[in-house]
């Protein structure tokens, strides 16, 4: 089964660019402005693309595979989709051998987004937004630093496939995912026991 990580990092949007939404300081799911940000193809593929292949490869079941690629073959065409899923699948796996910790992914339609996925998604956008900055420090913290240039290879197939079907994923600034990074350790540090003596 596939982890889920319990405390959803929040998005916060910047809701005057309802029709083309973009990533400020912080991320926030609870104000309904992330619903325009995850409507967006790119954004979709990928995250969605990311979530239903991960649970496939965990479950070893074909049924999560079959969704990510009615995803891809409704949004790109089935010509399209094929090299899409092609380069999501070896991405995924790829990160999957090579990861620091166990990647962790909510379930498919969640409207919440974990670390991991931010992470993700914010590798992609570095590398199609020529932001080396934001991609060096997402595949740093996804990937162990033996294997950080197979992730890097199998990322930069990814995003590029997707660009060049014209689905470029808005800008994630390192800045941003810093901030993330920042609430998500301060979360899980806060959830561990405090030592007792006795």
């Not at 300081?25 to 790119?42: E, K, T």
């Not at 051998?97 to 498919?108: G, N, Q, V, Y």
Request: proline content about 4%; glycine content about 6%.
């Amino acid at each position: 089964m596939t982890q889920l990580f319990g405390c959803g990092i929040n998005l916060i949007i910047d809701v005057r660019f309802i029709r083309e939404p973009k990533v400020t300081d912080r991320f926030n799911c609870q104000n309904g402005a992330s619903a325009a940000y995850f409507a967006r193809q790119p954004e979709r593929l990928v995250l969605e693309g990311y979530r239903h292949w991960t649970r496939g490869l965990a479950t070893r079941s074909r049924e999560p595979w079959d969704q990510a690629a009615l995803l891809y073959s409704d949004t790109l065409g089935v010509r399209c989709a094929t090299t899409a899923l092609h380069a999501l699948s070896e991405f995924v796996t790829a990160l999957g051998r090579c990861a620091a910790c166990p990647l962790k992914t909510f379930e498919s339609g969640s409207n919440h987004v974990c670390r991991d996925e931010v992470l993700v998604m914010g590798l992609i956008a570095g590398i199609q937004n020529h932001d080396e900055a934001a991609a060096s420090l997402c595949l740093t913290e996804l990937s162990c630093a033996s294997r950080c240039d197979e992730v890097a290879l199998a990322a930069g197939s990814f995003a590029l496939v997707l660009r060049g079907l014209d689905k470029t994923l808005l800008p994630i600034p390192a800045h941003v995912v810093r901030d993330i990074l920042d609430r998500s350790r301060a979360s899980a540090y806060a959830g561990r026991p405090s030592p007792t003596l006795h």
